[in-house]
């Protein structure tokens, strides 16, 4: 079984934005460190306020969108091509 959480990688310490629930302690895990690139909110139009809000909005999405049946549209596509 593969989980995804988000963390932040602090003085050589990992610090989730969430605790995974159904994970036992002492389960091994793999970190992969993502270079992140501050987004130039002016260039798309919106302030700071504006994208917290939409931030918000767009949040109620993320259980279904990361459910395994949304999986199905990974290759949408290619699937799409074979009917």
């Known amino acids: 079984?593969?989980?995804s959480v988000?963390?932040?990688?602090r003085d050589g310490k990992i610090e989730l934005?969430?605790?995974p629930g159904d994970i036992?302690?002492?389960?091994?895990?793999?970190?992969t460190f993502l270079t992140s690139y501050p987004i130039d909110?002016?260039?798309?139009?919106?302030?700071?306020t504006q994208?917290?809000?939409?931030?918000?909005?767009?949040?109620t999405f993320?259980?279904?969108w990361d459910s395994p049946e949304m999986g199905l549209y990974d290759n949408y596509d290619a699937a799409k091509?074979?009917?």
């Open 1 to 3: 079984m593969l989980k």
């Open 6 to 9: 988000e963390g932040v990688y």
């Open 17 to 19: 934005t969430e605790l």
């Open 24 to 31: 036992q302690n002492e389960t091994r895990v793999i970190v």
């Open 41 to 48: 909110l002016q260039a798309r139009g919106i302030n700071e």
């Open 51 to 59: 994208a917290a809000e939409l931030r918000a909005q767009l949040g």
């Open 62 to 64: 993320g259980e279904e």
């Open 81 to 83: 091509a074979q009917l």
